[in-house]
C-alpha cells in the first residue's frame, strides 16, 4: 500500500462531470482526453510499485509542492534507504523520434520533453530538501507504461524507462537492500503535509449553471436514463442499482466540485437531480448530513 494514495484530481473529475453535460470545445476536449489518458497510465505503473516490499520502499504518489514560489509535480517518489526516486510516467501511444534533446512524434510534431520535466523536477525537489536540511541522493527515471509506445533514436544515456524494462527495473529495485528509518518516514509525512491539493494548472473551459444539463446520472455508464424509486435509483441503460441517497449525495458532491461557492438548497438539489420527485426526501437527506443555516427566508446546507 503507498504512503500517500494516488487519487483523481479535481480538474479530471471536472472534465467528466462537464463532458458528461455540455459540449466541449475542441482544445479542452483534446485536454480531457490527455488527463484521462494520463490518469490511466499512472495507474498502470501503481501495478508495479505496489509489488515493491513496504518494508523497503515509501511511495507517494500525486505529489504537488512548492517552493520558492515555483509549482512541481511528481507522478510517484520512491523513498528507500540510500536513494530516492522521482518518477515521471507517460501513456504515450504510437511512434515518435529523439532528435537534437527533443521528442516528436512520428508527422514531426515537436512534444514538451518528459526528461525537462523530470529534470526539473529534480532540481526543484533537491531545493525542498535542502531547506529543511536533508541530505539524500535523487534518481529520477521517466517511465513510458504504454506497450504500443516506440521511440527511434532513442539515447542510451538518458533515465528513460520503456514499457519492455518496467517489469526488470521494479524486481532488482525490490532486490535492493533497504532499510527504512524513522527519517524515512518523517520525510514522508513531511512531503504529505507540504502537498498542495488545488493545483494551479487547471485549464477547464468557461462554464455557468445554466448551460449544462440538469439530471442525476448513473453511477456506473453516466447515463441520464436513470429511474428513481423510493428507495433505489434504476440505470435503464446499463441496470446498475444504487440507493437513493447515495446518489443524491453523488450528485450534491458533483454540483460543489463544478460550482464551490453555490449554496445548496433543497430546491436547488431538486433542480439538479431532476429525476427525485419528492423535495420532502432531499430535505431529510440534507438535515442528516450537512449543518443547516438560515439566510433571509431560505435555508442553505454546508
Not at 78 to 107: L, R, W
Request: charge should be positive; glycine fraction near 4%; aromatic fraction near 12%.
Amino acid at each position: 500500500m503507498a504512503f500517500k494514495d494516488r487519487t483523481e484530481s479535481d480538474e479530471l473529475k471536472n472534465f467528466r462531470s462537464l463532458d458528461n453535460r455540455m459540449i466541449l470545445p475542441s482544445k479542452e476536449k483534446q485536454i480531457y482526453s490527455n488527463l484521462e489518458k494520463g490518469y490511466e497510465g499512472e495507474v498502470k505503473f501503481d501495478q508495479f510499485t505496489e509489488r515493491l516490499n513496504p518494508n523497503k520502499f515509501l511511495i507517494l504518489n500525486d505529489l504537488l509542492l512548492e517552493t520558492n514560489s515555483t509549482s512541481f509535480q511528481i507522478d510517484s517518489f520512491i523513498i528507500s534507504q540510500g536513494t530516492h526516486f522521482p518518477c515521471e510516467v507517460k501513456n504515450f501511444e504510437g511512434d515518435y523520434y529523439y532528435k537534437s534533446d527533443q521528442f516528436f512524434a512520428m508527422n514531426d510534431t515537436e512534444i514538451q520533453n518528459p526528461l525537462d520535466q523530470i529534470k526539473r523536477s529534480g532540481t526543484l525537489m533537491r531545493q525542498v530538501l535542502q531547506k529543511i536540511k536533508y541530505s539524500t541522493s535523487l534518481k529520477s527515471n521517466v517511465f513510458f507504461v504504454n506497450p504500443t509506445f516506440t521511440l527511434y533514436q532513442a539515447p542510451l544515456e538518458q533515465p528513460i524507462i520503456y514499457p519492455t524494462q518496467l517489469t526488470k527495473f521494479f524486481e532488482e529495485l525490490n532486490a535492493r537492500t533497504s532499510t527504512l528509518s524513522d527519517d524515512h518516514y518523517k520525510l514522508a509525512e513531511f512531503l504529505v503535509k507540504e502537498h498542495k491539493t488545488g493545483s494551479p494548472y487547471t485549464r477547464l473551459p468557461a462554464y455557468t449553471y445554466e448551460n449544462l444539463k440538469k439530471g442525476l446520472t448513473c453511477r456506473s455508464c453516466c447515463s441520464f436514463f436513470v429511474k428513481a424509486g423510493e428507495t433505489k435509483i434504476v440505470c435503464s441503460v446499463c441496470g446498475c442499482i444504487e440507493n437513493i441517497e447515495d446518489g443524491i449525495l453523488r450528485s450534491i458532491r458533483e454540483l460543489k466540485l463544478l460550482f464551490p461557492n453555490i449554496k445548496i438548497t433543497t430546491n436547488l438539489v431538486f433542480e439538479w437531480c431532476k429525476v427525485i420527485e419528492s423535495k420532502k426526501q432531499i430535505r431529510r437527506i440534507l438535515k442528516i448530513h450537512f449543518n443547516a443555516y438560515r439566510r433571509g427566508k431560505y435555508t442553505y446546507y454546508e
